[in-house]
T-cell receptor
Framework: NAGVMQNPRHLVRRRGQEARLRCSPM?????VYWYRQLPEEGLKFMVY????????ESGMPKERFSAEFPKEGPSILRIQQVVRGDSAAYFCASSEGRQTDTQYFGPGTRLTVL | DQQVKQNSPSLSVQEGRISILNCDYT??????FLWYKKYPAEGPTFLIS?????DKNEDGRFTVFLNKSAKHLSLHIVPSQPGDSAVYFC???????????FGTGTRLQVFP
């Protein structure tokens, strides 16, 4: 059973460009979470999605960031007009159900904004 | 406002000895806690969890202790092995949500 997959593993963008990060959950998992880790910090929750629905986006910046989890295909975290402060590692996790079901993490996408 | 705190950024332990990693939290509503281990350039890997109805959970070399009155939990690794060298994150499940609140991590180094 393949784990959570994220691509690309590394992404370099110039200021003002768009970044698209993809996450394929574990087989059988319908819940996806995105977290961001800034240098020397812990992971910070961004958004929680189920298929075609955003359940909790309380951690998402108000502008430039959006997420989706379509009926078919991976979950996408999209960052428009990137700035240097967006440079971070972005981790996706998935779980089978809610609450205390364990969240399993992907390897992350390291975004560098030049 | 850091609701989950890991006050020791690093810990160094000799192989075979016990490693004790500590975590404090401020929100008394947290009722489920997890420990994750993270190697460089990889995602966090789930280690062990504990519900607030318990005060101890054990899985092989890993034991998590929860002291609700002190809002404190700890992860014990016995015996420590060089492969345990990694960053360990404590996390709490935010009440009535599905989001994890992470501490800042403790870097464990196990030396021979």
């Amino acid at each position: 059973n393949a784990g959570v997959m994220q691509n690309p593993r590394h992404l370099v963008r110039r200021r003002g460009q768009e970044a698209r990060l993809r996450c394929s959950p574990m087989k059988g998992h319908s819940h996806v979470y995105w977290y961001r880790q800034l240098p020397e910090e812990g992971l910070k929750f961004m958004v929680y999605l189920q298929k075609e629905n955003i359940i909790d986006e309380s951690g998402m910046p108000k502008e430039r960031f959006s997420a989706e989890f379509p009926k078919e295909g991976p979950s996408i975290l999209r960052i428009q007009q990137v700035v240097r402060g967006d440079s971070a590692a972005y981790f996706c996790a998935s779980s089978e159900g809610r609450q205390t079901d364990t969240q399993y993490f992907g390897p992350g996408t390291r975004l560098t904004v030049l | 406002d850091q609701q989950v705190k890991q006050n020791s950024p690093s810990l160094s332990v000799q192989e075979g000895r016990i490693s004790i990693l500590n975590c404090d939290y401020t929100n008394s509503m947290f009722d489920y806690f997890l420990w994750y281990k993270k190697y460089p350039a990889e995602g966090p890997t789930f280690l062990i969890s504990i519900s607030s109805i318990k005060d101890k959970n054990e899985d092989g070399r890993f034991t998590v202790f929860l002291n609700k009155s002190a809002k404190h939990l700890s992860l014990h690794i016995v015996p420590s092995q060089p492969g345990d060298s990694a960053v360990y994150f404590c996390a709490a499940l935010f009440p009535n949500t599905d989001k994890l609140i992470f501490g800042t991590g403790t870097r464990l180094q196990v030396f021979p």
